[in-house]
């Protein structure tokens, strides 16, 4: 058997697969979190419009 002009090196190379600790986000990304934010923020603003109103008649 012949000697080795050069030596034998193994690269490893990260994986491209998701680490298992990292939780999966969605597609939509955060805008799910944001309507949801949106829509409980208009709602505290009309309950606070109908207590509001009630001392004017």
Do not use: C, H, Y
Not at 15 to 22: G, I, L, N, V, W
Not at 24 to 33: A, D, E, F, H, Q
Not at 38 to 49: T, V
């Amino acid at each position: 058997m012949r000697q080795q002009t050069k030596p034998f090196i193994v690269e490893r190379k990260p994986s491209r697969k998701p680490k298992p600790d990292t939780t999966k986000l969605s597609i939509w990304g955060r805008l799910g979190n944001d309507i949801a934010q949106g829509l409980q923020d208009q709602r505290d603003m009309e309950e606070a419009a109908a207590t509001g109103g009630d001392d004017r008649a």
